[in-house]
């Protein structure tokens, strides 16, 4: 699989005046991935745009800032074809220059992921074309939480969140900005705000 052309198309959406760091676009462009960059106003539209731009197999959701580990595009490559059907994401890292107790953060979202089954998008979200599509894509119109609503969704169509079993890391540069304690409080209320109705549509087929 990856001696050839491999299958993913990566999508990179951007807010207006915002651009992909140059470190991922070189690393994306080594590897021969498709690289679609989306700015549609939305964050959800431009992931959705995006995809529907790709011409590949895969649809391999990144965040501007993402910084790939030296095996991890490798680690996904195995992954999607070991398991094809499924929902791929990759463990969490923050990269240097945050607030001290950013590895906490880090820690609670691969258990969130690992063992709730809940990535969220700066987690490399990848998945087949044809089955993004069958989910209905990423909601247009979530005030927040497109990514997470996103998955859910996924789990009601029987696709199974996978781990990449690689890293993936963030800039942890809003913390820097916000504050440790209120960003990551206010994180926290808001997902388990959007997940509590969305674990009841999946345990109650609604």
Known sequence: MAASTPPISAIIPLRAGDQADDKLMAELQKYDVEIIVSSEGTRAKSLNTGAAQATRKFLWFLHADS?????????????????????????????????????????GANFRSRILGIPFGDQGLCI???????????????????????????????IQPQSVGAKIGTSPR???????????????????????????????GK
């Open 67 to 107: 910084v790939m580990g030296r095996y991890s595009f490798n680690t996904l490559l195995h992954s999607l074809e070991r398991y094809p059907a499924r929902l791929h994401f990759f463990d969490l890292i923050f990269t240097d220059g945050g607030p001290k107790m950013m590895k906490l953060n880090a820690v």
């Open 128 to 158: 087949r074309k044809d089955l993004f599509f069958k989910t209905g894509g990423y909601p247009e119109d979530a005030e927040y939480g497109e990514d997470h609503l996103f998955v859910w969704q996924a789990r009601r169509h029987k």
């Open 174 to 204: 809003a913390y820097s900005k916000e504050g440790w304690f209120s960003l990551t409080l206010k994180r926290q209320h808001l997902w388990m705000k959007q997940a509590l109705p969305e674990w009841w549509k999946l345990v109650t």
